[in-house]
Nanobody
């Protein structure tokens, strides 16, 4: 059974940093485009960043541009999301997701994803 697993969340102060990781069982992530989503309390899940196979593309939500960086490690078959200068509004559960059929033009649209992780909590608080 395919399973995505996120890790690296935690509690940080405003201005702090975290690195989130996404790995998978039964999937070689090197052959999949990966998207990070987040869901803040009481809000809908939103697309944060996406990376294509062989780094063909990298997309970011406007709210995280210049602060978050997405990358992949081919040897580790992992995708990372570096979160810098974190702010309270970045608080939420962060998920990685992928799909057997991935459409970059609609990377932030949840409906195209059929593989999701369980999420990792990021809390930004003084």
């Amino acid at each position: 059974q395919v399973q995505l697993v996120e890790s690296g969340g935690g509690l940080v102060q405003p201005g702090g940093s975290l690195t989130l990781s996404c790995v998978a069982s039964e999937l070689d992530l090197n052959y999949y485009s990966i998207t990070w989503f987040r869901q803040a309390p009481g809000k809908q899940r939103e697309g944060v960043s996406a990376i294509g196979i062989n780094n063909r593309f990298k997309y970011y939500a406007d709210s995280v541009k210049s602060r978050f960086t997405i990358s992949r490690d081919s040897a580790a078959k992992a995708v990372y999301l570096q979160l810098n200068n974190l702010q309270p509004e970045d608080t939420g559960v962060y998920y990685c997701a992928t799909a057997d059929r991935y459409f970059p033009d609609t990377w932030s649209r949840e409906s195209q994803y059929n593989y999701w992780g369980q999420g990792t909590q990021v809390t930004v608080s003084p």
